[in-house]
């Protein structure tokens, strides 16, 4: 299967810090997703990218398709306390199902 | 905003039990999915379901595991005899369209003793 490679697993910040987490694999997708995970819910869909090279922002999240259409990243500026959480990217293969598959995860610490 | 209800929230088992998660997703949705997720680890596909057929499963789905859509609103996964290793979150995701972002329930905590 399709296998999401993310980086870091896990990431220590202090408040008002950038972050940068990344997803590569070895395999093309159409359709990079970014959703964050607090404790106890589902996924929640922050940012969705369906062209190589795309570049979309919201508020303060800024995520990339990469142009080989293997990877992705996702920035946060000026990090805060509610920032905290789990987040996943995710990848579809723009095949008949479109099924995503998950990264495994960067678990997000702001300190305030 | 529409959401995609799951029920119940948290179901304690004993192993060998028969288990059913249920799932009411967005009424205009037409993909449906169930995800699973092991307590500190990432988010598994389970399995994809349109036009009334599974579309998609994975490994994990084996034939302990089915699904159903019984009526115009619910969405149902079936564990027949669970296994102490099925201890997990679950989580119902919807969606409208192709390529568009799913939706995703709260989830369902299985815990299997």
């Known amino acids: 299967g399709q296998q999401l490679n993310q980086s870091p697993q896990s990431m220590f910040i202090q408040e008002g810090e950038d972050v940068s987490m990344n997803c590569t694999s070895s395999?093309?997708?159409?359709?990079w997703l970014w959703y964050k995970q607090e404790p106890g819910e589902g996924p929640v869909l922050l940012i969705a990218?369906?062209?190589?090279?795309e570049l979309t922002s919201n508020g303060r999240l800024t995520a990339q398709f990469g142009i080989t259409r293997k990877d992705s990243f996702l920035n946060i500026s000026a990090s805060i306390p509610s920032d905290v959480g789990i987040y996943f990217c995710?990848?579809?293969?723009?095949?008949?199902?479109?099924?995503?598959?998950f990264g495994a995860g960067t678990r997000l610490t702001v300190k305030p | 905003e529409p959401e995609v209800t799951q029920t119940p929230s948290h179901q304690v088992t004993q192993m060998g039990q028969e288990v059913i998660l249920r799932c009411v997703p967005i009424?205009?949705?037409?993909?449906f999915y169930w995800y699973r997720q092991i307590l500190g680890q990432k988010v598994e596909f389970l399995v994809s379901?349109?036009?009334?057929?599974?579309?998609?499963k994975s490994e994990i789905f084996d034939d302990q595991f089915s699904v159903e859509r019984p009526d115009g609103s619910n969405f149902t996964l079936k564990i027949r005899s669970t296994k102490l290793e099925d201890s997990a979150m679950y989580f119902c995701?919807?969606?409208?369209?192709?390529?568009?972002?799913?939706?995703f329930g709260s989830g369902t905590r299985l815990t299997v003793v």
């Open positions: 395999s093309i997708f159409n359709t």
């Open positions: 995710a990848g579809q293969t723009g095949n008949n199902n479109n099924d995503m598959r």
């Open positions: 379901f349109y036009n009334n057929e599974i579309s998609e």
């Open positions: 009424s205009n949705h037409l993909y």
């Open positions: 990218l369906y062209k190589a090279g």
């Open positions: 995701a919807s969606r409208e369209k192709v390529f568009y972002g799913y939706t």
